[in-house]
């Protein structure tokens, strides 16, 4: 879509489930020249924080957005001029406009009289709805005081609350607000601040993007969901046999298929046999889904992230594999797009070789299960007339019990099982 100056609508792209996400940062003003795929804004959802790419070559003509402004895909975020167009002197231009507040904030006093306060000329009046103008940095370091931004004033330009305001207004005596519980009502106890450094030597090391925002999701699903699980074991000794031949036969195409991928596709036929794994909680219903689609937590150095695998019920297990394996490497670069982590209806939560026998998996909400699995071991396994060796897995299940019941979660766990022990049952 273009106007007569030949500018450019730069939208909210595809940002996958996710609606009303606010914006943390622009980057970008009129007048900036920017490259194909540089950031012009930071948004932040509740799993994510992400920039918004620019989609072309230009100058920045006009930004229809502010810090805190609530966005959705295809939303107007500003409008880019091709640089053949825009000329030099048009950038110029754009520089020097500043807008009528900009320029009561930043002229000089007249000499009649004393100049303001700096902070009182750049502070606008608060929108109580708006959240507090501030960089991530600033945010992080406000986390980690135990400061609430909506209680301080800001004297960057144009209100923007700086890590000198945040150090001023806990050095200043007020009681940090509490961090939210998310209790859900049940009044809990406020969480303890203690002084280590009385005991010790400490270090202070901020949370990752990532945890912080997962922590909070963990937190309230613990605390929402009713969970129980449930574990067991699948003998894979066969399976494990014909993974790592399968491996060997497409070792000339790179191709590496992990145990993983098989129980993606045994957990798509348990979620058809038993359609209430494969739903959601939506106050007194239950949304049954028809479609397939798998999560699945990848290790990244700033924490678990869960790509999804679309449509797993269409898919074999090279397809699978590869998938994963293109996922797993977008995860670590920290190049996950929003969409390759919407969508999900059943996630599998995987500690692989790294150890265990059973852990407590957290139900993914709005999903109502979750499978965990550990590191394969061999155990001596009675066949009727003698203990032999097999590789058992442990498998642990856990679910919404306003949901399921113990029953179903059993039935559910040895569909598994069985399909793992014979994967040709998915054939069926």
């Known amino acids: 879509m273009s106007t007569a100056t030949a500018a450019s609508d730069v939208l909210v792209p595809d940002i996958g489930d996710f609606s009303d996400v606010p914006i943390i940062e622009i980057l970008v003003s009129p007048g900036d020249t920017v490259a194909a795929e540089d950031p012009l804004v930071t948004?932040?959802?509740?799993?994510?924080?992400?920039?918004v790419p620019s989609p072309m070559e230009g100058v920045v003509q006009e930004v229809k957005v502010s810090v805190g402004d609530n966005v959705s895909e295809g939303t107007l975020l500003l409008t880019l001029v091709a640089p053949d167009e825009a000329g030099e002197e048009q950038a110029k231009e754009s520089l020097a406009e500043p807008t009528e507040q900009e320029t009561t904030a930043e002229e000089p006093a007249a000499d009649d009289g004393p100049a303001a306060p700096a902070a009182a000329e750049a502070t606008p009046s608060k929108d109580a709805s708006a959240p507090p103008y501030a960089s991530p940095g600033t945010r992080r370091l406000a986390r980690e005081l135990g400061v609430d931004l909506t209680q301080v004033t800001g004297s960057g330009r144009k209100g923007r609350i700086t890590g000198d305001d945040v150090r001023a207004f806990e050095e200043g005596g007020a009681?940090?607000?509490?961090?939210?519980?998310?209790?859900?009502?049940?009044?809990?106890?406020p969480w303890p601040s203690i002084d280590f450094s009385k005991y010790g030597e400490v270090e202070t090391v901020p949370l990752s993007r990532i945890r912080k925002i997962s922590g909070a999701n963990l937190a309230r699903n613990w605390v929402r969901i009713p969970h129980v699980t449930h574990n067991d074991e699948a003998d894979i000794t066969d399976l494990e046999a014909f993974r790592k031949s399968t491996n060997e036969a497409y070792k000339k195409q790179e191709v590496r298929v992990t145990m993983l991928a098989f129980l993606i596709k045994a957990c798509v036929a348990g979620l058809k046999e038993f359609p209430d794994f494969n739903a959601s909680l939506d106050g007194d219903n239950l949304i049954v889904k028809r479609y397939y689609n798998i999560g699945f937590a990848a290790d990244t150095p700033n924490g678990l992230v869960v790509p999804v695998v679309k449509n797993a019920d269409a898919k074999g297990i090279i397809e699978i594999a590869n998938e994963?394996?293109?996922?797993?490497?977008?995860?670590?670069?920290?190049?996950?797009?929003?969409?390759?982590?919407?969508?999900?209806?059943?996630?599998?939560?995987?500690?692989?070789?790294?150890?265990?026998?059973?852990?407590?998996?957290?139900?993914?909400?709005?999903?109502?299960?979750?499978?965990?699995?550990?590191?394969?071991?061999?155990?001596?396994?009675?066949?009727?007339?003698?203990?032999?060796?097999?590789?058992?897995?442990?498998l642990s299940l856990s679910y919404d019990h306003r949901v399921i019941d113990g029953a179903s979660a059993a039935r559910f766990v040895k569909y598994l099982v069985t399909t793992l022990e014979d994967m040709r049952r998915v054939l069926l």
């Open 43 to 51: 948004l932040e959802s509740d799993k994510a924080t992400m920039d």
């Open 175 to 189: 009681a940090p607000a509490a961090a939210p519980t998310g209790d859900g009502g049940l009044e809990l106890l």
């Open 324 to 394: 994963m394996g293109d996922l797993s490497a977008a995860a670590r670069a920290g190049k996950l797009k929003p969409g390759d982590m919407a969508g999900g209806n059943f996630t599998i939560s995987s500690l692989g070789g790294i150890g265990g026998t059973s852990f407590t998996p957290i139900v993914n909400a709005p999903e109502v299960a979750i499978l965990g699995v550990v590191r394969s071991a061999t155990k001596p396994v009675w066949d009727g007339s003698e203990f032999v060796p097999r590789l058992m897995l442990p």
